[in-house]
């Protein structure tokens, strides 16, 4: 947990963490647009790739951006499975039958029980856990010694194995994007970045002031709120709490002695900030100055510029293919 990126602002020196925050903000709004027009699985995955050039550019680690997926992985792993389960367009490629026998689903639950045990030893558990789950498929499919009690064919078509790669390319590039974002920009930055993109609103009487304040305090507080639950959870640990063994029934006991106390920190954090915005003279509605005017310069103009280009290339793209 104390690993997740989420909202969290990372220091750096790099053209990421000086560009304007405004640029940030349409730049990552173009590219969604350019993102979910794309219909071409090569177009996707050269996307992906000057995603990943851009990133050592920019001086953003990837192990950083592989925190803010982590979250999603199950997501991810949820949606590319599901697809090729039941997409069946196209041309049949193989097909997989498993076979359920008393020894083959006795070393398949052996494996899986091993590999609950075994994960907290290990730091790539993500990893640990496709290679169980390749050896499980292949002691199914290819160990069969007694009479089954049930088998089970999995299909899979052209369509649903490109289509579950193209949708697994497009999240991640989703989610890179916003993990960059959030990464490269202080809060305060973001929060006024957000108040100038959303300004034109004002003529259709939106205060966008109050929005663009939410979205910055939402943004602020799930890193601290992560790290109190971290805290937490290493304060219970101590004290002989294991989040990791015990029956379903221990389990919830144990959630719940995490989210009391997570809620009594939200309201005390909610009445601090109540406190400190009041002690600033802080009126919804009203006019504000600010401390720190933002700049545009050159780089700025370029990087919108080329964001602009990459979303007319890919609605071409999709109109000429």
Do not use: H
């Amino acid at each position: 947990m104390k690993n997740i990126v989420i909202g969290r602002y990372i220091p750096g020196d790099s053209f990421l963490y000086r560009m304007d925050p405004r640029v940030k903000l349409i730049a990552l709004f173009l590219l969604f647009v350019a993102v979910f027009v794309i219909d071409e699985l090569w177009v996707m995955g050269g996307a992906l790739l000057g995603i990943l050039i851009l990133l050592p550019l920019g001086k953003i680690s990837l192990k950083k951006v592989y925190f803010g997926l982590r979250p999603l992985l199950f997501l991810l792993i949820f949606t590319f499975v599901f697809q090729i389960l039941f997409n069946t367009q196209g041309r049949l490629l193989t097909t997989l039958r498993l076979e359920f026998d008393p020894l083959n689903t006795a070393i398949a639950g052996g494996l899986f029980i091993a590999w609950l045990f075994l994960k907290r030893f290990t730091k790539f558990t993500f990893l640990s856990f496709l290679g169980v789950f390749a050896a499980i498929l292949t002691v199914l499919s290819q160990l069969t010694i007694y009479l089954p009690f049930g088998t089970y064919t999995i299909a899979i078509y052209e369509e649903g194995l490109l289509f579950a790669i193209f949708i697994l390319l497009r999240l991640i590039i989703i989610v890179t994007l916003s993990t960059i974002l959030t990464i490269t920009t202080k809060p305060t930055d973001l929060n006024l970045g957000l108040e100038r993109v959303l300004k034109p609103l004002k003529v259709i009487k939106v205060n966008t002031e109050e929005i663009a304040m939410i979205i910055g305090i939402a943004l602020r507080y799930i890193p601290t709120l992560l790290d109190e639950a971290n805290k937490i959870i290493l304060a219970q640990a101590s004290r002989g709490v294991d989040f990791q063994e015990g029956k379903f029934k221990d389990k919830i006991v144990q959630i719940i002695s995490l989210l009391v106390p997570m809620f009594i920190i939200s309201f005390q954090r909610s009445d601090e900030l109540a406190n400190a915005m009041e002690a600033r003279c802080f009126v919804p509605g009203k006019p504000r100055t600010r401390l720190n005017q933002l700049i545009w310069k050159p780089l700025d103009s370029v990087v919108l510029a080329v964001t602009f280009l990459f979303m007319v290339a890919s609605i071409g793209v999709r109109i000429l293919w």
